[in-house]
Nanobody, 123 residues
Framework: QVQLVESGGGSVQAGGSLRLSCAASGRTISSYAMGWFRQAPGKEREFVAAIRWSGNNTFYADSAKGRFAISRDNAKNTVYLQMNSLKPEDTAVYYC????????????????WGQGTQVTVSS
């Protein structure tokens, strides 16, 4: 079992930045692909970014490209999401997830999920 705990969410004005962290416990995540998803009120949970176990391959939703950066530190069992130039439409609960295999942008392929952290961006 892998337990994931997100942190770093909060309220920020448009144009600001936040850095989300996802700390894993119970098992090393070094062999898992890690992803960030988000869910806004009344909307489905959507893919934001993912990173392969090696850290050499990253993937982003179009909405995140050029503004967000995913990274991981396997020694610390932690994944990060640096979010810059935030927009009001980025407001959502952000979830961290771990996947053993499969297409990283599909939430069905993720085996473990965190509880989420709220990000609110005001205009």
């Amino acid at each position: 079992q892998v337990q994931l705990v997100e942190s770093g969410g909060g309220s920020v004005q448009a144009g600001g930045s936040l850095r989300l962290s996802c700390a894993a416990s119970g098992r090393t995540i070094s062999s898992y692909a890690m992803g960030w998803f988000r869910q806004a009120p009344g909307k489905e949970r959507e893919f934001v970014a993912a990173i392969r176990w090696s850290g050499n391959n990253t993937f982003y939703a179009d909405s995140a490209k050029g503004r967000f950066a995913i990274s991981r530190d396997n020694a610390k069992n932690t994944v990060y999401l640096q979010m810059n130039s935030l927009k009001p439409e980025d407001t959502a609960v952000y979830y961290c997830a771990a996947a053993r295999s499969g297409l990283v942008f599909r939430k069905v392929n993720y085996d473990y999920w965190g509880q989420g952290t709220q990000v609110t961006v005001s205009s």
